[in-house]
């Protein structure tokens, strides 16, 4: 989670924490915040982020983003 903590404030969203929940649907992040952290974790990675993985969904949570990034970079 450390990681994921570390993709917000690289993308100056220090303000959001892994308690937080409905980050996208409660209009929490908007779409500018997803993209920016597809940016960072596909720089993290070095990998780009399958477009499967660039769905709303996956970024509500930390839990969630820890989620896909388990399913997404498992390959």
């Keep these: 989670m ?5 993709f ?3 993308i100056g969203r220090a303000d959001i924490d892994e308690n937080m929940q409905n980050l996208v649907s ?3 992040i908007d779409s ?3 993209m920016n952290l597809i940016n960072e974790i596909e720089k993290y990675y070095n990998k780009t982020l ?3 993985f ?6 509500e949570s930390f839990s969630s983003i ?3 990034l ?5 390959d």
């Design 54 to 59: 660039m769905r709303p969904m996956y970024f």
């Design 50 to 52: 399958d477009s499967d």
């Design 26 to 28: 409660d209009n929490i």
């Design 66 to 68: 820890k989620q896909m």
């Design 70 to 74: 388990e399913l997404a970079m498992k």
């Design 8 to 10: 917000f404030i690289n």
């Design 32 to 34: 500018l915040d997803v």
């Design 2 to 6: 450390e990681e994921i903590k570390q």
